[in-house]
């Protein structure tokens, strides 16, 4: 029996797995009714314990476009975390439903998930990790840029967040050269940085973390920011808004990328803070595409789970060029 797949963080899917989901996704987008491995309808839970529009709405439109019956549950309004055991939660669930996908603070809770369930558990962002976005990016990137290994991706800002340490994770497991750039004390923890380098020894890339935002943007293919108050940090907020201020993506910083350099951000966008409305509304930023992408590569990624979990036939499900 094949061993259930989960999504937790950006290196649990190898390099040629990444390859695979993204490709799978190119593929779903080109055709964005005809993959149905959901259908019957099963269910996929999706829970939230901290708000969301994009990740609830890409999910939800997701699973639907995969023939599967989409449940949306705000966790304060389950027993979820806080009224029975993660443990009990998931051997329950996983009689019900198909897929669970969590957004939620800890990611010891998602790793506790995960360890009593035999369907896919899939982070839809924790403090740690944020993964279904960086499939996300990368597709854009892929999209506008082509072949993924050997690019050089700069990131700015807080790179103690959740989307730094994504970043760098999904990006090398991809090949590409990351730099990160983000005031002393708010770089990436050590124990990021060296699971960073040990795939990054597999696919070929560079890793660069820095407190120079010019190192970082140098020769920059792709550049990359994020809010600089992640949820759970309201209270620091005062401070946090002058901390990072030598860090926010805005032309002077795109000068110093290559001219043809995109612009990521995951949203939702914080104007004139972590970058300025003339680079998050210019030329160069692809974050429309980056967001509808969310679709596509959750679709991919789901799709891709059950399959390798054995859960069903094939990522493509009931594909209608096979006759089903
Ligand atoms: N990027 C992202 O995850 O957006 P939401 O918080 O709106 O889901
Ligand atoms: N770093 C942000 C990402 C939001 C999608 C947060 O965790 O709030």
Redesign the pocket.
């Known amino acids: 029996m094949a061993t259930t797949r989960h999504f937790l963080t950006d290196l649990d899917l190898s390099p040629g797995e990444q390859r695979e989901v993204l490709d799978l996704a190119l593929a779903m987008k080109a055709d964005r009714f005809g993959y149905r491995p959901y259908a019957g309808p099963q269910t996929v839970a999706v829970f939230f314990d901290?708000?969301?529009?994009?990740?609830?709405?890409?999910f939800h439109a997701g699973i639907a476009e995969l023939g599967g019956s989409p449940l949306i549950v705000n966790s304060a309004e389950s027993q979820l975390g806080h009224k029975e055991s993660i443990a009990d939660s998931a051997r329950v669930l996983e009689r019900m439903v198909s897929t669970i996908v969590w957004?939620t603070y800890a990611q010891s809770g998602l790793e506790e998930m995960a360890q009593h369930s035999k369907v896919p558990v899939i982070n839809?962002?924790s403090d740690d990790y944020?993964p279904?976005?960086l499939l996300a990016d990368l597709l854009t990137i892929r999209e506008h840029k082509g072949e993924l290994k050997g690019l050089k991706l700069a990131y700015l800002g807080d790179a103690a967040n959740n989307m730094a340490n994504s970043y760098l994770l999904a990006a090398v497991n991809a090949g590409m050269h990351v730099a990160i750039a983000g005031p002393e004390g708010y770089h990436p923890e050590q124990r990021i940085i060296a699971a960073a380098q040990l795939r990054a020894n597999e696919t070929g890339a560079k890793i660069t973390i820095t407190s120079n935002p010019a190192e970082a943007l140098a020769d920059a293919d792709v550049v990359a920011t994020d809010t600089w108050v992640s949820?759970g940090q309201e209270e620091e907020k005062a401070e946090r808004l002058k901390l990072f201020t030598d860090y926010q993506v805005n032309a002077q910083a795109m000068a110093a990328a290559k001219s043809d350099a995109i612009v990521l951000h995951?949203?939702?966008a914080y104007r004139d803070y972590e970058i300025t409305a003339e680079v998050i509304d210019g030329p160069q930023s692809v974050v429309l595409d980056e967001?509808e992408n969310?679709v596509h590569a959750q679709k991919a990624l789901m799709a891709w789970l059950m399959a390798a979990s054995g859960l069903s036939a094939g990522p493509a499900g009931a594909h209608r060029e096979s006759g089903d």
């Open positions: 901290k708000t969301s529009t994009r990740t609830r709405v890409s957004r839809a962002l944020h279904c976005q949820m995951c949203l939702p967001a969310r």
